[in-house]
Every structure is written in structure tokens, then in C-alpha cells.
């Protein structure tokens, strides 16, 4: 009984989501299949001690070159089923 609770629960998990939330995971991916990401930080703490931080992050889409838009639309459609309800170019946080 156990255990077919848990494979209940294992094959729930893998269902479609709301458009709005696959939307909103999406725009992410576009934006690192447009470029690469990140960020330098260097300071001074207390005691004088000096910190410095790197982080990039880029993706597989960038490094094959494929376009933000059929990311971005491929990626809403297997995650929810559906299309998104606008072209990524068309949003207004998009920065392309």
C-alpha cells in the first residue's frame, strides 16, 4: 500500500503545471540561452579581511545556439502542455 502511494506521488510530480508558473520558469532559461550570467564581488569584511566571489552561469541552449524564443516556447509547452500565452519577444521584462 506503501509503495503505491509513493509511485501516486512519483507520477503527480511529473504532470503538467499552470501555464503561468511554466511561463515564469521558461523566461529563465530563454535568458541564459540568450547569454551567459553572473557576477564578480570583491570587498573588504571586518578586520580587514578581503573576500572575492565569481559566479557564471550559462547554458547548454547557449552553447548549441539556439534561439531564446523556441526555448522559451518549447519549454512552457513541456512543462505545462500548453503554448504561452505570448511570443518571449513580447513580454516586457524580456531584455533580448
Same mark, same amino acid.
Given at each position: 500500500m506503501r509503495a503505491? @502511494? !509513493?509511485? !501516486? !506521488? @512519483?507520477v503527480a510530480? $511529473? #504532470?503538467p503545471i499552470p501555464r503561468e508558473d511554466a511561463e515564469a520558469a $521558461? =523566461?529563465?532559461r530563454a535568458? !541564459? @540561452?540568450l547569454h551567459p550570467r553572473g557576477y *564578480?564581488?570583491? %570587498?573588504? %569584511?571586518? #578586520? #580587514?579581511h578581503t573576500y572575492t #566571489? *565569481?559566479?557564471?552561469? /550559462?547554458?547548454?541552449? =547557449? =552553447?548549441? %545556439?539556439?534561439?531564446p /524564443? /523556441? *526555448?522559451y516556447q518549447t519549454c512552457v509547452f513541456n512543462k505545462s502542455g500548453e503554448m504561452p500565452t505570448r511570443p518571449l519577444y513580447e513580454r516586457p521584462d524580456w531584455r533580448g
Open positions: 503505491a @502511494a !509513493l509511485l !501516486l !506521488l @512519483a510530480a $511529473c #504532470g $521558461c =523566461f529563465r535568458e !541564459l @540561452a *564578480v564581488e570583491i %570587498g573588504t %569584511g571586518s #578586520g #580587514g #566571489g *565569481v559566479e557564471i552561469n /550559462a547554458s547548454s541552449d =547557449f =552553447f548549441m %545556439g539556439r534561439d /524564443a /523556441a *526555448v
